[in-house]
């Protein structure tokens, strides 16, 4: 099912939020969790999740959707201070088809430079950890 609400408690997501997979933190508090996505598409890759069990858009309840984006706007702007990037891409998938590979809803937040290509979405090979908790303690001095 692409756009499924049948959350699924072993998702990955779910296992960094419980500490059972490692994950270079950026931020967390009572109510979400920000950490370097670990196959970044451009340096400073992030991502904001929930602490509340959502696979996305549609089954997130209202104030918790809320939190997420204006906690996400206060880490892109930590981003953005920490590296200068040209510009900020958010993006979000809701099912398969539209990109989804985890299936706990987040926002990615993407630094962009002129002229630099990205890699591909969700690909390739994983990211050096100690690289990342480097990129996350910059971004953590800027919030
Ligand atoms: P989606 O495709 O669902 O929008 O995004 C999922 C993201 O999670 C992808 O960008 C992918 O690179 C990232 N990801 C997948 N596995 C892991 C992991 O084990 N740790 C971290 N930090 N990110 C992951």
Redesign the pocket.
């Known amino acids: 099912m692409s756009l499924q609400t049948q959350y699924d408690p072993k998702n990955?997501f779910a296992k960094?939020l419980s500490g059972a997979?490692p994950?270079a933190r950026v931020y967390e508090d009572a109510r979400i969790l920000s950490?370097?996505?670990?196959?970044p598409q451009s340096k400073g890759h992030t991502?904001v999740i929930p602490k509340v069990q959502a696979c996305n858009l549609f089954d997130i309840p209202a104030d918790d959707l809320r939190n997420l984006i204006i906690r996400t706007q206060t880490i892109a702007r930590a981003v953005r201070d920490a590296l200068a990037p040209d510009g900020i891409r958010l993006?979000q998938?809701n099912g398969e088809p539209a990109?989804?590979?985890?299936f706990h809803i987040?926002f990615?937040i993407i630094p962009v430079w002129e002229g630099e290509n990205e890699r591909p979405?969700?690909a390739g090979k994983m990211a050096d950890m100690n690289e990342l908790k480097e990129i996350a303690a910059q971004i953590k001095a800027k919030l």
Not at 35 to 39: E, G
Not at 99 to 102: F, H, K, M
């Open positions: 990955i960094i997979i994950s950490f370097m996505d670990a196959f991502l993006m998938f990109g989804q590979t985890v987040h990615h979405h969700a």
